[in-house]
Nanobody, 121 residues
Framework: QVQLVESGGGSVQTGGSLRLSCVASGRFFSLNAMGWYRQAPGKQRELVARILADGSPVYGDSLKGRFTVSRDASKNTVFLQMNNLKPEDTAAYFC???????????????WGQGTQVTVSL
């Protein structure tokens, strides 16, 4: 299994910034994508941003421009830079990884434990 450890959550005021980090560890053949989802109370989990193996970013609706996903492939780490945060960004943010154990193995998914981001007025 791939373990994901997140860091960087916290509380900020509206307009503030936070940077989340997530490190993947474990035994795997390839890490096909890493990224972030979020879930606010009473709402469904939604895509924030993910970055593919070729470095291409994919963003959730209306988040591009304030949020930037990046990675350090050599360290199996993905980052999420969040700027101009708004109260509606308050949620638990979960790291997500898509990987394969072998070259011809089925794609697998792993989730982090989540890190809380709270944005106050």
């Amino acid at each position: 299994q791939v373990q994901l450890v997140e860091s960087g959550g916290g509380s900020v005021q509206t307009g503030g910034s936070l940077r989340l980090s997530c490190v993947a560890s474990g035994r795997f053949f390839s890490l096909n994508a890493m990224g972030w989802y979020r879930q606010a109370p009473g709402k469904q989990r939604e895509l924030v941003a993910r970055i593919l193996a070729d470095g291409s970013p994919v963003y959730g609706d209306s988040l591009k421009g304030r949020f930037t996903v990046s990675r350090d492939a050599s360290k199996n780490t993905v980052f999420l830079q969040m700027n101009n945060l708004k109260p509606e960004d308050t949620a638990a943010y979960f790291c997500h990884a898509e990987f394969q154990y072998t070259d011809y193995g089925r794609p697998q998914v792993s989730w982090g434990q989540g890190t809380q981001v709270t944005v106050s007025l």
